[in-house]
């Protein structure tokens, strides 16, 4: 199965600017069997299901990640977000 290389997840922010993260495709899978993603520091982590449905992962110990609002695929020739 091909899998989108690269996310947006947007998390809201209460009173701010929504913050953006973006992940890309790595060589685990999460619980549910679907690919796990990450950012360039490997400190946010998801998993990602063919139909867009994130859960996050803890990526060290009293880590409570929060769900973003929403993750959207990136395409090969789409701007990275900084």
């Known amino acids: 199965m091909v899998h989108t290389e690269r996310?947006?997840?947007?998390?809201?922010?209460?009173?701010?600017?929504d913050d953006v993260v973006c992940v890309r495709l790595t060589d685990r899978l999460?619980?549910?069997?679907?690919?796990?993603?990450?950012?360039?520091?490997g400190i946010v982590r998801a998993e990602i299901s063919d139909r867009g449905e994130v859960r996050m992962l803890a990526s060290g110990g009293h880590q409570?990640?929060?769900?973003?609002?929403?993750?959207?695929?990136?395409?090969?020739?789409?701007?990275?977000t900084p």
């Open 7 to 17: 996310y947006e997840l947007i998390f809201q922010m209460s009173g701010a600017e």
């Open 30 to 41: 999460g619980a549910g069997g679907f690919p796990v993603y990450e950012d360039e520091t």
């Open 64 to 80: 409570v990640p929060g769900a973003p609002v929403l993750a959207r695929p990136l395409s090969a020739d789409a701007p990275a």
